[in-house]
């Protein structure tokens, strides 16, 4: 141990470098805006490491242009093998103290590299992260890429980190932090080759095997939303087959790092989460067939891994989703699957369509309970709604099912407004609402952060804001709303013939 702490002393002293390591492949559309940024900066990166994965496109030959111009720019020319076995060969070239990954479609603000290096001297931690700004080229559901204020300037263990950040601070994405070379080359951490979504594994592992991390607030990265990426693009066979894959992964460290028994609270979350995010994304499969063969693979790796989970205490809210989601993938299925599913872990239908009942049942209460305390009530009660969109939606209908009619002055409010109604009621523009609404609910769970944020920038008193969810939540009422649109039924009895 004293061996490692004079090693990091004598690397606080010292002058810190940094390798930027950024894979390239087909964007050339884009790579200009990305490479300026890292060329442009007001303290300039030790090592830039261009790899080209295979580009088809001019990608390569604008990656020269910059070789020729700029010393620090290094740049690998390699078959394509994916995202992950690229950052892989940029890791096993890097010669700096940390490595940053940036994606060659997005970009970095110009005082990155120098912040970077002020806090490393300041906190000589294995893992510094940031935090990023959107730029929606295109409409897209992502969940902002900012932590918590309460996680800043905190210098903490890896482990420590992710249970206090999830869910809401947490963020998939490898290009989020400051990553120490020895930690990732000494550690072996690298990202699974030839699979989509290799940042989940990944980020997982560095979190775990940092000795310490720090976070800091500010929004360093720049994450482009655009069409046909690897997130809004065509949900292929080969990211559903990679998604199940992926997400096996995950759960199999977490088994692994015997997290499960280390904090079951982080560790249902983590999972049930997991679940629920991968389902939702095979559900929407160009083959449907293929998402659906995917789907019952997962629950099945699912129920065979965490069942225990579902007996070990009393039912949450979040584990009661999860059943219930369970239950209505299940339900599409044909008989012999059902059959099979049912009586290898619940031993018979009678035990399982017992639990379903009662489970739903408790999760119809739990969430009119919720749904209840919405001011809808208050007659001559001037309350907004913030946002028009399915979150929205969701909001009424389960108001409308489980408690009943609207009887306040309803208001909907929009950042950017275009229309004057919805659903019959008036629109609003945040900066029209000021002085007009007495209480303002926040629809969304993706977008609450930044709607809290542009209220705020109006005046609007934050305890006029209500916010519909809680902290540790792993979905949102879109997901309440599609398991309780059906009424308790015995499933088995229609549809699958049993």
């Not at 060329?39 to 001019?58: A, C, K, P």
């Not at 931690?125 to 897209?140: G, K, R, W």
């Not at 699974?192 to 310490?212: C, H, I, M, Q, V």
């Not at 977490?254 to 499960?260: A, G, M, S, V």
Request: with cysteine; hydrophobic share 35%; charged share 30%.
């Amino acid at each position: 141990m004293k061996e490692k702490d004079n090693q990091d002393n004598i690397i606080s002293q010292k002058k810190i470098t940094i390798s930027a390591i950024v894979p390239v492949y087909n964007t050339e559309k884009y790579l200009d805006q990305c490479i300026t940024s890292l060329v442009s900066q007001t303290e300039t990166f030790d090592e830039i490491i261009l790899v080209n994965d295979g580009s088809t496109d001019h990608s390569k030959e604008i990656c020269n242009r910059y070789c020729r111009s700029y010393p620090n720019i290094n740049l690998i020319s390699q078959r394509n093998q994916g995202q992950g076995a690229a950052r892989n060969v940029g890791i096993a070239n890097a010669a700096g103290d940390y490595i940053i990954f940036i994606d060659s479609d997005d970009y970095i603000a110009l005082d990155t590299c120098k912040k970077i290096k002020e806090y490393l001297r300041l906190y000589n931690v294995d893992v510094l992260y940031y935090n990023a700004s959107m730029q929606y080229d295109i409409p897209a559901a992502e969940k902002a890429m900012i932590h918590s204020a309460e996680l800043d300037y905190c210098k903490m263990t890896g482990k420590d980190y992710l249970y206090r950040a999830f869910p809401e601070s947490y963020s998939a994405s490898a290009c989020l932090a400051a990553y120490r070379t020895v930690l990732l080359k000494g550690r072996g951490l690298q990202f699974p080759e030839g699979t989509y979504f290799e940042d989940n594994l990944f980020s997982l592992k560095a979190a775990l095997e940092a000795r310490d991390i720090c976070c800091i607030p500010y929004k360093f990265y720049v994450r482009r939303c655009r069409a046909e990426s690897v997130m809004t693009g065509k949900v292929s066979e080969k990211k559903c087959a990679d998604m199940v894959y992926v997400q096996h992964s995950v759960w199999k460290y977490l088994k692994y790092k015997k997290i499960n028994i280390d904090n079951v609270d982080f560790t249902n979350k983590f999972v049930f989460s997991g679940l629920l995010h991968a389902v939702g994304y095979l559900n929407q499969a160009v083959n449907e067939k293929s998402g659906m063969e995917q789907i019952k693979k997962l629950v099945f790796l699912f129920l065979e891994m965490w069942t225990p989970l579902f007996y070990a205490e009393k039912k949450s809210f979040d584990k009661m989703i999860i059943f219930l989601k369970i239950m209505r993938e299940i339900e599409k299925w044909d008989r012999e699957e059902q059959l099979y599913i049912i009586n290898k872990f619940w031993g018979s239908k009678e035990k399982y369509e017992q639990m379903h009942k009662e489970i739903e049942k408790q999760f119809r209460l739990e969430t009119t309970g919720r749904i209840t305390k919405l001011p809808f009530r208050k007659k001559n009660h001037r309350v907004g709604v913030y946002g028009i969109g399915r979150h929205t939606q969701a909001v009424l209908n389960l108001y409308k099912r489980l408690v009943g009619e609207i009887y306040c002055d309803l208001y909907f409010i929009v950042t950017s407004k275009s229309n004057d109604e919805f659903e019959g009621r008036p629109i609003l523009s945040v900066s029209e609402i000021r002085g007009a609404i007495d209480e303002i609910i926040i629809s969304s769970w993706l977008y609450q952060h930044e709607m809290i944020e542009n209220l705020m920038k109006e005046d609007i008193d934050k305890n006029k804001m209500i916010l519909l969810y809680r902290k540790g939540d792993i979905c949102d009422l879109v997901t309440v709303d599609e398991i309780l649109n059906k009424e308790i039924q015995d499933c088995f009895g229609q549809g699958a013939g049993l």
